[in-house]
């Protein structure tokens, strides 16, 4: 057999497969593109996407935010051939993108049938090297054949399966900046991202895990995701000035574009089901009104083509008042006056996380992260240029809970003279409050003071000497009860010592007269009574 028609048979073999990939041979014997200019767009459109957004679940909510559909050839049953529109699949994006057919090249072996544990036969996919024929740029494709090395290698890259390396992995919407860039300083190996939960929402933190995994060890080190990453986009700041303008332009073209092939679609939708509706009208006219069996199933076709007519043209009508149609001029206005501001485009809220990552993974090649007495970060960018910046080391959430060391001192000075809620009420007037943020409240004033181990007001009134109420009473050798009618009435001095009103008592002098309060002036009758009953515990 010689090489063409060996040529000629693998030919022949491929053919159905060639259809399947809407590249077709005509009678001419050349292979080219459908002719169908919308099936041709709706292809072109995931590789597209495909580059846009780095991965094949991107390119599935692409087309279901835009409201796209895509063609599929009908491989069996009466409609055999036909080519249908429906919502995209994950699995048809993977089967295009792996497909070499669409990059131009004649192939032959990709799939080989086995048995199955049922006893029937399934194609399987075949390695690269098992394949029995791989010609690139045998004919014309969608895109080129190293594009399409260049797209396997991304696909390979994403998958969570292949190695432990997934730098290159596509970008996902956590806050976290630097996801899968990130190297250990001390072993070297790849960090993960981790999130915690704070009251302004998720907060990532880079994590060398990677031993503890699998040998059980300790982790390695973590560093606080925030800073760094505020950190690299000051640098990416400043290091793009330059350039700003000239990217951020860029990005406005390619959303442009993006835009307007959308609308085309789905136009081409509308126009491909207002064909069907004609086609399905002619035939039904021209059909003899006599024979009423094909005449109804023909009308049933009509009515079929005209309902999906409707519900094309409701979903291009509800795409452009969502905005998921062509730019308008304010949106592209908006757009340009962001493009001259790099820093303000980085910084817009209305950019997605999305989006900064993957410019991120344009200009950065690695950020390495060393955490000691402060955070050392060295970022390498694609350009060659190597950068190491050094970052203070965050407090912790406890240290950010701290109570400020003027506040501590106030109390301390405040607590020679006043009470727990005296203190309270004096700096809550002065604007002063807890390292929680809220107002200072007595229990708060108790509880720094213990933390600190600061004296009480009654421990400090102790140290000058003064006594507690029951103490003044032992030493006086009288009832609580006239210790405080002795200071009503000015014999004791007393200072307040708790926010309960309790006192303490400065020590009275020897020669105190007590005095005889209750009682009026002169000699104390006797008891009545004989001396032995009073003897026997008094009259009866």
């Avoid at 669409?102 to 006893?119: E, L, M």
């Avoid at 400065?506 to 003897?535: K, Q, S, V």
Wanted: hydrophobic share 35%; glycine share 8%.
């Amino acid at each position: 057999m010689t090489l063409s028609q060996s040529w000629s048979l693998l030919s022949k073999m491929s053919h159905r497969s060639s259809c399947r990939a809407f590249i077709c041979g005509v009678h001419t014997g050349k292979v080219v593109l459908d002719p169908d200019t919308a099936i041709q767009r709706a292809i072109r459109t995931v590789f597209t996407l495909f580059d846009t957004t780095g991965s094949a679940t991107g390119v599935v909510k692409a087309f279901n935010h835009d409201r796209l559909t895509l063609p599929r050839r009908i491989q069996s049953g009466p409609d055999k051939g036909k080519v249908v529109w429906g919502p995209i699949a994950h699995s048809r994006v993977l089967q295009i993108l792996h497909n070499p057919r669409y990059a131009g090249a004649f192939v032959y072996g990709r799939h080989q049938h086995k048995p199955t544990a049922s006893g029937k036969s399934a194609p399987a996919l075949q390695p690269r090297e098992q394949w029995i024929a791989l010609f690139p740029d045998a004919h014309v494709g969608y895109i080129s054949f190293d594009k399409y090395e260049a797209n396997e290698a991304r696909l390979t890259s994403n998958a969570v399966a292949h190695g432990k390396d997934r730098r290159h992995g596509p970008a996902r919407e956590g806050p976290a900046l630097l996801q899968g860039m990130t190297l250990c300083g001390i072993c070297g190996r790849r960090m993960t991202v981790r999130y915690h939960q704070r009251k302004g929402g998720l907060e990532p933190e880079y994590v060398c895990q990677a031993k503890g995994i699998e040998y059980g060890n300790p982790i390695c080190q973590r560093v606080h995701g925030a800073v760094v990453d505020n950190a690299v986009g000051r640098l990416l700041i400043e290091a793009l000035t330059p350039h700003a303008i000239t990217a951020a332009l860029a990005v406005a073209d390619e959303l442009a574009a993006r835009a307007d092939e959308a609308e085309r679609l789905r136009a081409a939708g509308v126009e491909r089901a207002q064909y069907q509706v004609d086609l399905a009208r002619r035939r039904y006219l021209a059909v003899d009104p006599d024979n009423r069996l094909v005449a109804g199933s023909l009308e049933a076709d009509w009515n079929t083509a005209l309902r999906e007519l409707t519900q094309v043209r409701e979903t291009y009508e509800s795409a452009r008042n969502d905005g998921g149609g062509v730019l308008d001029d304010a949106q592209r206005a908006r757009i340009t006056a962001l493009a001259g501001d790099f820093p303000a485009l980085w910084k817009d809220p209305d950019t997605p996380m999305r989006e900064r990552k993957r410019l991120v993974r344009l200009l950065v090649v690695d950020v390495t992260l060393v955490r000691a007495d402060e955070i050392a970060v060295h970022v390498r960018l694609t350009g060659g240029q190597e950068h190491t910046l050094t970052l203070p080391v965050p407090l912790a959430s406890w240290q950010i809970r701290q109570t400020p060391p003027e506040v501590v001192a106030a109390i301390d000075e405040l607590l020679d003279d006043h009470t727990d809620g005296q203190v309270a009420a004096i700096l809550t007037e002065r604007g002063h409050v807890s390292g929680t943020g809220h107002a200072l409240r007595p229990t708060i004033v108790r509880h720094i003071r213990n933390r600190y181990g600061l004296r009480s007001h009654p421990q400090r009134l102790a140290d000058q000497g003064m006594l507690s109420l029951r103490e003044i009473a032992r030493r006086l050798g009288i009832g609580l009860n006239t210790v405080q009618v002795w200071r009503n009435n000015g014999l004791l001095t007393g200072r307040v010592a708790n926010d309960k009103g309790e006192y303490f008592y400065f020590p009275p002098p020897p020669d105190l007269e007590r005095p005889r309060i209750g009682r009026p002036p002169g000699p104390r009758p006797a008891p009545a009574g004989t001396p032995t009953e009073l003897a026997q515990g008094g009259a009866v």
